[in-house]
């Protein structure tokens, strides 16, 4: 059974820091596209940032480029995502993903991966 697990959210001030990271397991991930996405209430689940199998070319979403930093070992089946100097509209609902479809274009879309994770909540105060 595919499974991804998240951790490393918490409550943060603004300007500090938070790693999260996702363990996958039940198959091996190596030829997955990975990606992080959050959801703040109230609002649709966004695209943050993605890796592709290879690790070569890595996406992130605008409001996040610059402070975010996603990474890959697939060695271990993990992805991570640093957070530096997050701001309190980081605050959401973290969610790991994973696509079996290494091809794919649209890695910033939700409907494109296969398989989530229960998320992690990230809080930054102001």
């Known amino acids: 059974q595919v499974q991804l697990v998240e951790s490393g959210g918490g409550l943060v001030q603004a300007g500090g820091s938070l790693r999260l990271s996702c363990a996958a397991s039940g198959r091996t991930f190596s030829n997955y596209n990975m990606g ?3 959801q703040a209430p109230g609002k649709e689940r966004e695209f943050v940032a993605a890796i592709r199998w290879s690790g ?3 996406y992130y979403a605008d409001s996040v480029k610059g402070r975010f930093t996603i ?3 697939s060695a271990k089946n993990t992805v991570s995502l640093q957070m530096n100097s997050l701001k309190p509209e980081d605050t959401a609902v973290y969610y790991c993903a994973a696509d079996r479809d290494s091809l794919t274009l649209r890695v910033r879309l939700a409907s494109t991966y ?3 994770g229960q998320g992690t909540q990230v809080t930054v105060s102001s």
């Open 36 to 38: 992080w996405f959050r």
């Open 56 to 58: 070569g070319t890595i």
């Open 71 to 73: 990474s890959r070992d």
């Open 114 to 116: 296969d398989y989530w």
